[in-house]
């Protein structure tokens, strides 16, 4: 059985402040249009100790948890390039630049870091495919 596409939809960059600013960004910083752009939603996970039912799955600590959605979220600009590097940038200017390989990422959990929230996404979807 074939697997279904994920739902798209395509937006107007000019029509959204956020992803005009990531366009002329990305331009600035790649010296190219991006090819897509993908948002990714936030989320935070009630613990679910203190309801009668079961919450909807098991977070990493082992606690059942209910996901709720939030108003937070990332906007990715993306470029599929022949080399084996992720190049990382922040349209926030606190957060440096980060750059790395896709063949072998290695996340530091000991260390708090901005481009470490896209990488385990990244390794996820490495790991499924």
Same mark, same amino acid.
């Given at each position: 059985?074939?697997?279904?596409?994920?739902?798209?939809?395509?937006?107007?960059?000019?029509?959204?402040?956020?992803?005009?600013?990531?366009?002329?960004?990305?331009?600035?910083?790649?010296?190219?249009?991006?090819?897509?752009?993908?948002?990714?939603?936030?989320?935070? @996970? #009630?613990?679910?100790?203190?309801?009668?039912?079961?919450?909807?799955?098991?977070?990493? !600590? +082992?606690?059942?948890? $209910?996901?709720?959605?939030?108003?937070?979220?990332?906007?990715?600009?993306?470029?599929?390039?022949?080399?084996?590097?992720?190049?990382?940038?922040?349209?926030?200017?606190?957060?440096?630049?980060?750059?790395?390989?896709?063949? @072998? #990422?290695?996340?530091?959990?000991?260390?708090?870091?901005?481009?470490?929230?896209?990488? !385990? +996404?990244?390794?996820? $979807?490495?790991?499924?495919?």
């Amino acid at each position: 059985m074939a697997a279904e596409d994920p739902a798209t939809r395509r937006v107007q960059v000019a029509e959204h402040p956020r992803l005009l600013k990531l366009k002329e960004m990305f331009n600035s910083k790649f010296g190219s249009t991006p090819k897509f752009y993908v948002r990714a939603p936030g989320r935070v @996970n #009630i613990i679910a100790c203190f309801f009668s039912c079961v919450g909807e799955h098991i977070d990493y !600590c +082992g606690y059942s948890v $209910i996901p709720m959605a939030v108003e937070q979220d990332m906007l990715i600009a993306v470029e599929p390039v022949k080399t084996h590097t992720l190049q990382l940038a922040n349209t926030d200017p606190l957060y440096p630049d980060f750059s790395t390989t896709a063949n @072998n #990422i290695c996340i530091d959990k000991t260390k708090p870091l901005w481009h470490n929230y896209f990488l !385990c +996404g990244f390794k996820g $979807i490495q790991e499924h495919f």
